[in-house]
């Protein structure tokens, strides 16, 4: 049998793992899409694709709010969606959230039903916002967090989404 060099080794298992979060990233940011844009397509709305500068302006963000875990909007150029969970929240799970904000949504009048929110849905489908970025962490706290940021930003007030 051969020896073998610890070096090579170790420079393989650290490749497979570069690979591995890769992948993983690719994962999450195409579950991302595809739940915005199967809320697009259900209004007649283009989809939107994924942009490397709005993704790292909400990574940024939510890694610097992590810590405490604060539930803000970053106040930046972007349109935003929050949401936070003491459970697994997956990408469809922070979009279906948004989402079903549908109900309180009324076209004709371009308004939300009383006493309701319907912001988020809004900006999902917003047809002008076609560039997006998202970032998943778990706060120190354990919960997690998944801010969507939207370029153009959306919900001009006067302005229909679609």
């Known amino acids: 049998m051969g020896s073998y060099n610890p070096l090579i080794l170790l420079s393989l298992v650290i490749l497979v793992?570069?690979?591995?979060?890769?992948?993983?990233?690719?994962?999450?940011?195409?579950?991302?899409?595809?739940?915005?844009?199967?809320?697009?397509?259900?209004?007649?709305?283009?989809?939107?694709?994924?942009?490397?500068?709005?993704?790292?302006?909400?990574?940024?963000?939510?890694?610097?709010?992590?810590?405490?875990?604060?539930?803000?909007?970053?106040?930046?150029?972007?349109?935003?969606?929050?949401?936070?969970?003491?459970?697994?929240l997956t990408a469809r799970d922070a979009v279906g959230l948004w989402v079903s904000e549908r109900r309180f949504y009324n076209y004709q009048s371009n308004t939300c039903a009383s006493g309701q929110v319907c912001g988020h849905y809004t900006q999902v489908v917003w047809r002008n916002s076609v560039r997006l970025g998202c970032a998943r962490v778990r706060c120190n706290n354990g919960n997690w967090y998944v801010i969507c940021n939207y370029d153009p930003p959306g919900n001009w007030r006067g302005q229909r989404p679609y």
């Open 17 to 88: 793992l570069i690979i591995s979060h890769s992948g993983q990233a690719q994962n999450i940011q195409q579950e991302f899409l595809d739940a915005h844009n199967a809320a697009r397509a259900q209004v007649g709305v283009a989809p939107m694709v994924w942009d490397a500068n709005v993704a790292a302006y909400a990574l940024a963000y939510a890694n610097r709010v992590r810590g405490q875990c604060l539930f803000q909007h970053s106040g930046g150029r972007y349109g935003e969606n929050l949401a936070m969970s003491s459970g697994g």
